[in-house]
Nanobody
Framework: QVQLVESGGGSVQAGGSLRLSCAVS????????LGWFRQPPGKEREGVAT????????YYSDSVKGRFTISRDTTKNTLSLQMNDLIPEDTAMYYC????????????????????WGQGTQVTVSS
């Protein structure tokens, strides 16, 4: 079983920054993906940034590429998302998630492939 607990959300003005953290506990194999997803109000959940644990590759949605950075601290068992140059369109509930499949790299941002989910943390960006 895997437990994921997000923190670090909040309200910020456009152009500001936030750093989200996800505490990961339970059994985590050396393969699969960990990632960040978001669900804006009234919209479907979408992939934001993920990392393939086995090879260390990172993947980003086009909407956040160049502004967000995903990182993993294996000593602290945490997953982070540094978000810079935030815009109102980034307003959403942000979730940490885990896909244990070693084939996750073929579609690393596909929401339906992720099995374990945290409860989410709200990010609100005002103009």
């Amino acid at each position: 079983q895997v437990q994921l607990v997000e923190s670090g959300g909040g309200s910020v003005q456009a152009g500001g920054s936030l750093r989200l953290s996800c505490a990961v506990s339970g059994y985590i194999s050396i393969q699969g993906c960990l990632g960040w997803f978001r669900q804006p109000p009234g919209k479907e959940r979408e992939g934001v940034a993920t990392v393939d644990i086995g090879i260390g590759s990172t993947y980003y949605s086009d909407s956040v590429k160049g502004r967000f950075t995903i990182s993993r601290d294996t000593t602290k068992n945490t997953l982070s998302l540094q978000m810079n140059d935030l815009i109102p369109e980034d307003t959403a509930m942000y979730y940490c998630a885990r896909n244990p499949s070693r084939f996750c790299r073929t579609a690393p941002l596909r929401t339906g492939d992720y099995i374990y989910w945290g409860q989410g943390t709200q990010v609100t960006v005002s103009s």
